[in-house]
């Protein structure tokens, strides 16, 4: 197995959990922060995209951002995949749930609250801090990953999600934490066998595709098989035909790629006169209050308020 992914809660203790892994297995540690510096070296990208293309939500409109993030996120997990393929990695952040379940064992560290505001408090630099301002910064970094999550898989953190181990513990030294984590990874490995190197290859394969793609402001999805890339259109657009040869070509042009297969995904739709502009949903919970700030849009796209506006 190529890498372990841990992702905590806020102040849950999964940065210590991680390196204490990385000291039992031989594995590097790898952040956040490291891919986004050499995502800024290698790729150009601003420091600030990167962040916010990582901590923000989208907004309601899926238009001017959208495509600036596509592109900042398909540079960052292309920079991931080159690391990958050269190192076992124990992978501490956000990040890490851009890389393939095939070749990763998936944790996911949550604490108690009141255990999660003790160790904020203590950690505090600037001096105390009070349980309300503790509870509010918790909860502020909490909504972020969960705004990463619906991002990637449409699921709130709370939902089914692709985790392989979900553990309790704030406690950075908790060597029944560790060896739990020990115990998924053999098991994984036992059922994956040799395939994480190959796959290890196909991720980057696709992650050069897919970056290839962004970059032309084309929203799909890429996924490869020694060589094979599959092709999936997330969007509406006119002329079908015309686009598939241009991802094609656009796939073609990549070292590696043999055969480039093209489709469409479930998001694709044939807009008519009601749906000619696509809006997404805030990548949180939405209550009446939200819809009610948010009617004048409905109201001038559909012609009618939402319901329980």
Not at 180 to 201: D, P, Q, Y
Not at 221 to 244: E, F, P, Q, W, Y
Request: hydrophobic fraction near 40%; glycine fraction near 10%.
């Amino acid at each position: 197995m190529k890498v372990i992914t841990i992702l905590g809660t806020a102040f849950s203790g999964s940065a210590g959990i991680a390196a204490g892994i990385a000291s039992k297995t031989g594995y590097k540690v790898l952040s956040d922060n490291e891919i986004i510096d050499e995502t800024i070296k290698k790729h150009g990208f601003s420091r600030r995209l990167l962040e916010k293309a990582l901590h923000h939500r989208s907004g309601v409109s899926g238009g001017g951002n959208a495509p600036k993030k596509r592109r900042a996120v398909a540079a960052l997990k292309l920079t991931l995949a080159e690391k990958i393929v050269r190192g076992k990695y124990v992978y501490a952040g956000h990040l890490g749930h851009l890389i393939p379940e095939n070749i990763s064992l998936r944790v996911l560290m949550v604490a108690d609250l009141a255990e999660r505001i003790g160790i904020l408090r203590a950690r505090r630099a600037n001096g105390p801090i009070k349980e309300k301002q503790a509870l509010m910064t918790i909860k502020k970094q909490d909504k972020r990953l969960n705004a990463w999550n619906r991002y990637l898989w449409e699921r709130d953190l709370c939902e089914n999600t692709p985790y392989d181990l979900i553990l309790q513990s704030s406690d950075a030294h908790d060597d029944r934490t560790q060896d739990r984590i020990l115990r998924g990874l053999s098991a994984k490995k036992e059922r994956t066998g040799s395939l994480s190197e190959t796959s290890a290859g196909n991720f980057l394969l696709a992650s050069r595709v897919a970056l290839a793609a962004s970059r032309q402001s084309h929203d799909v999805t890429v996924t490869a098989d020694n060589g094979a890339i599959s092709i999936t259109i997330n969007r509406h657009c006119i002329m079908l035909n015309a686009l598939k040869r241009k991802l094609r070509g656009i796939a073609g042009d990549v070292p590696g790629v043999k055969t480039a297969k093209i489709g469409v995904g479930k998001k694709f739709y044939r807009s008519n006169i009601c749906r000619g502009t696509d809006f997404l949903l805030p990548e949180d919970n939405i209550g009446a209050g939200r819809l009610k700030r948010n009617s004048m849009f409905y109201l001038h796209a559909f012609g009618t308020n939402p319901k329980g506006a």
